[in-house]
């Protein structure tokens, strides 16, 4: 059962909503979806947020309004908005902004996920976000309008199980299991094993083991290092705000495996575009953490 | 010039790419540089698959789909799909689509190579001019 977070707070004739859920992925989902959540926000501040990398991709469905990507993650591209949006995994952040209101459902998309649901390894979509219909065809608007038609959180989300679910059955979603293996100790190191390491065991030279690990995630494994770690690093410090306990950067630092602070701080400028400290105070008073980062 | 009225032979070797806005490029591609259309499918905003031929030979396919800014790849004409899957994957490329048989005839596959740049093989000529 999801968990749910609902408040509605009237003044004056604005009714202000704020409302978040967590969608946990059933059994069959599970390998496809990390994680989801859906939000309803209307009568709240405009605001920008960063959409950091992170080792999943995006499935973003909107509710009520399209959703609007100030910036992408490549710069070449230029503003726009998008009723759907998959975005693939990037080493930059992308710009979101809204008016005062934003709804959807946005779900964490694994690489084995990328192969399933969208019919193409994620390196096929690496640094890219527009709209869902361009990877998925017709089934964006479908999920849209299905999503749309119900009036709870736990119905949307079980339309999203059951079609997501049908979708997975109908392609081929293996990795290389050496890739796969490789992206799993990523993962439960959190960025921290040697690329060395993960090459050896693969038994593949390490130019081999590269190329394959490139162009399955579309990252090289140090990239994917990088995201891992960086990924950790945030939750921790979004977590410790969210406790209201804080943490000291320099221990942050060495607990996700920087050399130093200066070296966390030179990777959130380059993978978020600010300092650590700006990020917080952009982002904390809307930061939700997620149920598993708690269990941490 | 000498055999301008000959007959272009057909491509075998397809440049082709992704589009955000396939109608939008395909209208760039013939007003700009003088690209001619030979087939466009689709519907509304969509295109799954067009051709465009270069007046003195040669073509392109595109369609619309996820793609990065800049990004060329290859569509290769090929007689024996299966046997050349197998060769290309012993030599290590890696599959970004495996071997099926689409709705318009043809067996394809699509890999990348070593560096990075995407193959895609398929037993369709493309579309007689």
């Known amino acids: ?296 | 010039m000498i055999g301008g009225m000959t007959q272009a032979p057909p491509p075998q070797v397809w440049p082709s790419f992704g589009a955000q806005d396939a109608r939008g490029l395909i209208k760039f591609l013939v007003d700009a540089f003088g690209f001619e259309e030979t087939v466009v499918y689709g519907d509304g905003d969509r295109v799954d698959h067009a051709e465009l031929a270069w007046p003195l030979g040669g073509g392109v396919m595109l369609g619309s789909g996820p793609s990065n800014p800049g990004t060329f790849q290859a569509y290769v004409v090929c007689d024996d799909p299966d046997a050349l899957f197998a060769r290309a994957v012993e030599n290590g490329a890696v599959v970004v689509s495996g071997l099926s048989d689409k709705d318009y005839g043809s067996r394809d596959f699509s890999v990348r190579d070593p560096e990075g740049n995407k193959w895609s093989f398929g037993t369709y000529r493309g579309h007689p001019r």
């Open chain 1, 1 to 296: 059962m999801p968990d749910h977070r609902q408040s509605v707070t009237v003044v004056g004739m604005d009714a202000v909503i704020d409302e978040s859920a967590w969608l946990t992925p059933g059994a069959g989902l599970r390998p496809f979806v990390s994680w989801g959540s859906g939000f309803r926000q209307a009568g709240v501040a405009p605001r920008r947020h960063r959409g950091l990398p992170s080792p999943e991709l995006t499935l973003i469905i909107t509710l009520d309004d399209p959703l609007v990507l100030a910036a992408h993650s490549d710069p070449r591209r230029g503003s726009a908005s998008y009723e759907t949006l998959v975005g693939g995994l990037h080493t930059t952040p992308a710009l979101i902004t809204h008016e005062g209101r934003q709804s959807g459902i946005q779900l964490g998309i694994t690489p084995l996920g990328a192969r399933a649901l969208f019919g193409m390894p994620a390196g096929e979509l690496v640094n890219w976000d527009g709209d869902a219909a361009q990877v998925v065809g017709g089934l964006a608007a479908e999920l849209q309008d299905r999503v749309r038609a119900e009036g709870s959180w736990a119905e949307r989300f079980a339309v999203i199980e059951e079609m997501l679910g049908k979708r997975a059955a109908g392609f081929d979603g293996r990795i290389r299991p050496e890739v796969a293996q490789a992206w799993r100790r990523l993962r439960d190191s959190r960025g921290t094993v040697p690329v060395s390491t993960l090459a050896a065991e693969t038994g593949w030279s390490a130019r081999y083991f590269g190329s394959q690990f490139r162009a399955e995630t579309g990252l090289s494994p140090k990239a994917a290092a990088r995201v891992f770690r960086f990924d950790f690093a945030r939750r921790r410090l979004a977590q410790a705000a969210t406790a209201g306990s804080g943490v000291r950067l320099a221990d942050l630092a060495a607990e996700a495996g920087y050399y130093d602070q200066a070296h966390l701080a030179a990777e959130f400028r380059s993978m978020a575009g600010c300092s650590p400290t700006r990020w917080l105070a952009e982002e904390f008073r809307f930061f939700q953490a997620r149920p598993a980062d708690l269990g941490e």
